[in-house]
C-alpha cells in the first residue's frame, strides 16, 4: 500500500522537528518535506504534491489562511490538516471555509494526530476533541431540510441531538425511543451522508445547515 505523503508547515523549529518526529516513526506515513515560511510551502507542495499538508495557518508571522487558499488553488490533491494553538470559533471556522480539511492542536496527543493524518489523507474530516467542543458551544437547530439531505425529520432530530453533545442513552430517553433505534437511526445517517465517524457527522451537519453555530 502506498505511503501517506506529508508535508509539514511550521515556523517554529522545535514543534517542526516535534512532528516530523511523531509522523515518521508511524508505519505508512512519509514526511517529504518541511517548510518554515509561506513562500517554501508553495515551492515544495508544488513540486512534491503531498498527500496531506500540515500548516499552522493561525501564527500570522509566517503562515495564516491566505496560505491555504492558495494551496488549495495550486495543489488541490492535497489535503489539508491544521495543527495550532488556536482553538477560538471565528479562527476554526475562517480555516475551514479556506480549504482547511481538519484541525487540531498542537496540545493534543500523539494518536490524535496520527489519526488526523490518516483521516485527513483519505478526504475525511477530523478534529479534536477540544476543537469539537468549541465549535459547537451555543449551537442552534435551524428548520429540517429532508427534502434535500433525503434526511427524515426523525433523522434530522438525531443529528441536532448529537451535534449538542446528546449520548445514544441521552437521545433515546429525550425521543422515547429505544437504544436500538436510535444506534439503526445513526448507522442510516452516516449511510446516507456518506460519512464514517460521529466526528465528521458534526462536521457534516455544519456544511449542510442542519446545525448553525454562533
Known amino acids: 500500500m502506498k505511503n501517506i505523503t506529508v508535508l509539514i508547515a511550521e515556523a517554529n523549529l522545535l514543534i517542526r522537528r516535534g512532528l516530523y518526529a511523531l509522523l515518521v516513526a508511524q508505519e505508512g506515513i ?16 508544488q513540486e512534491l504534491h503531498p498527500d496531506v499538508i500540515t500548516i499552522d495557518c493561525t501564527s500570522l508571522e509566517k503562515f495564516c489562511v491566505q496560505d491555504v487558499v492558495a494551496l488549495k488553488q495550486t495543489t488541490p ?7 495550532t494553538t488556536d482553538a477560538e470559533k471565528p479562527t476554526v471556522l475562517e480555516a475551514l471555509k479556506s480549504g482547511v480539511s481538519s484541525y487540531l492542536l498542537k496540545e493534543c496527543g500523539e494518536q ?10 483519505k478526504g475525511e474530516k ?3 476533541n ?3 467542543e468549541v465549535i459547537l458551544a451555543d449551537s442552534a437547530s435551524p428548520e429540517p431540510v429532508p427534502e434535500v439531505l433525503n434526511l427524515s425529520p426523525r433523522e434530522i432530530e438525531i443529528v441536532q441531538l448529537i451535534a449538542d453533545g446528546k449520548s445514544t442513552v441521552e437521545i433515546a430517553e429525550t425521543l422515547f425511543l429505544s437504544h436500538h433505534t436510535i444506534n439503526s437511526h445513526r448507522k442510516n ?7 464514517k465517524s460521529p466526528a465528521e457527522l458534526i462536521v457534516k451537519a ?9
Open 189 to 195: 445517517i452516516l449511510r446516507k451522508l456518506q460519512i
Open 126 to 128: 477530523f478534529m479534536c
Open 77 to 83: 490533491q492535497s489535503n489539508i490538516l491544521a495543527v
Open 30 to 45: 512519509e514526511v517529504v518535506g518541511e517548510a518554515e515560511s509561506a513562500s517554501e510551502l508553495l515551492s515544495l507542495a
Open 206 to 214: 455544519l456544511d449542510l445547515g442542519i446545525v448553525k453555530l454562533h
Open 112 to 121: 490524535e494526530l496520527v489519526n488526523a493524518v490518516r483521516a485527513t489523507a
Open 130 to 132: 477540544k476543537v469539537l
